[in-house]
Antibody
């Protein structure tokens, strides 16, 4: 069964850090580009970051550049998002997703993990 | 940055056809993908590369793209099609761009 399972969300104070993980099973992880997409409850989808299969291409939305770092460990079938200097506006559900190529549609999604930034 | 505009809502009677538009500058030159999201669930890809369907997606879902507008068409709408729908492209500045989203209500 194809599965993406996010973890690491929770309540964190502004300015602090959090690391999200996404554990992948059921498909060949290193054949796929991986992505983080977030969604404020009740609002639309926002792309956060992407990483190619070999980590050779990486991109971020402007609002997180310099604060968030995406990475992957193909040996562990895992994707990560290190989030530093968190702000209230980073509060959202964070989904990991997979696509065959970096710029393709996101064909596999996890169920999401909620990050709440508040004092 | 590239902007994709969708109508906030579309209402349709069961058995009829729903059309959801996604407007963007020269979007016809890009590959458009569509997602369905039901309450409390993750998005699901229903159309990719303008008009292709992933396995398991009913033929009732189809897409087209030309000029400044892409369209997702849901034929013979069922109650289970009630959801939010988002279009998405790879933006010119290097990143995925999502549309504003459309809530489809089945009357």
């Amino acid at each position: 069964e194809v599965q993406l399972v996010e973890s690491g969300g929770g309540l964190v104070q502004p300015g602090r850090s959090l690391r999200l993980s996404c554990a992948v099973s059921g498909f060949t992880f290193d054949d796929y580009a991986m992505h983080w997409v977030r969604q404020v409850p009740g609002k639309g989808l926002e792309w956060v970051s992407s990483i190619s299969w070999n980590s050779g291409s990486i991109g971020y939305v402007g609002s997180v550049k310099g604060r968030f770092t995406i990475s992957r460990d193909n040996a562990r079938n895992s994707l990560y998002l290190q989030m530093n200097s968190l702000r209230a506006e980073d509060t959202a559900f964070y989904y990991c997703a997979a696509s065959e190529n970096y710029a393709d549609g996101l064909e596999i999604w996890g169920q999401g993990t909620l990050v709440t930034v508040a004092s | 940055s590239y902007v994709l505009t969708q109508p906030p809502s579309v209402s349709v009677a069961p058995g009829q056809t729903a059309r959801i538009t996604c407007g963007g500058n020269n979007i016809g030159s890009k590959n458009v993908h569509w997602y369905q999201q039901k309450p409390g669930q993750a998005p699901v890809l229903v159309v990719y590369d303008d008009s292709d369907r992933p396995s398991g997606i009913p033929e009732r879902f189809s897409g087209s793209n030309s000029g400044n507008t892409a369209t997702l068409t849901i034929s013979r709408v069922e109650a289970g099609d009630e959801a939010d729908y988002f279009c998405q492209v790879w933006g010119s500045t290097g990143g995925h761009v999502f549309g504003t989203g459309t809530k489809v209500t089945v009357l």
